[in-house]
């Protein structure tokens, strides 16, 4: 579907009272539109971690304006059926299609210039450039303690 208003309606056909009984979830599910503007924008919420993100933001059900309790995972389900052809992808169902690059597996530093030895952080930072350490400054320091 085009448009969150369209859900709205559609849960309204679907569950009986008014589509603005239902808006505020599907404007959720398609606010990655924002930045976005493409249909890969469902990546972040299209799937069922999103759904339960949904039942989280909103409650496990709303009430409409018919005196009905609908569980939101239910009108989750719908939203994301809408747009992915009838099913509800996982968020591994995204990600696998992800096409690595350089820049999103490797993390950077950026190197104080200090004396060696004056500086723990220093101390620390030297350690991880040079893959001595993978531990946090925290552990790395209660390490450091209990080795001296």
Same mark, same amino acid.
């Given at each position: 579907m085009a448009h969150p208003l369209h859900h %709205?309606?559609?849960s309204a056909r679907k569950f009986g009272g008014k589509p603005s009984d239902y808006q505020a979830i599907h404007?959720?599910?398609?606010s990655s539109k924002a930045h976005m503007a493409f249909f890969t924008h469902r990546a972040l919420r299209h799937h069922?971690? =999103?759904i339960f993100e949904a039942e989280q933001m909103f409650g496990l059900a709303i009430t409409n304006s018919a005196g009905r309790v609908i569980p939101v995972r239910w009108i989750g389900e719908q939203h994301v059926k809408e747009d992915c052809q =009838?099913? /509800?992808p996982s968020m591994a169902d995204w990600f696998r299609r992800i096409q690595p690059e350089g820049w999103m %597996?490797?993390?950077h530093?950026?190197? /104080?210039?200090?004396e060696l030895g004056s500086d723990p952080s220093a101390d620390w930072? %030297?350690?991880?450039?040079t893959g001595k350490t993978i531990l946090?400054?925290?552990?790395w320091m209660d390490a450091r303690t209990v080795q001296c």
């Open positions: %709205a309606e559609s404007d959720w599910f398609d069922t971690q =999103g =009838g099913r /509800v %597996a490797n993390g530093i950026d190197l /104080v210039q200090t930072i %030297a350690d991880v450039t946090g400054f925290k552990d």
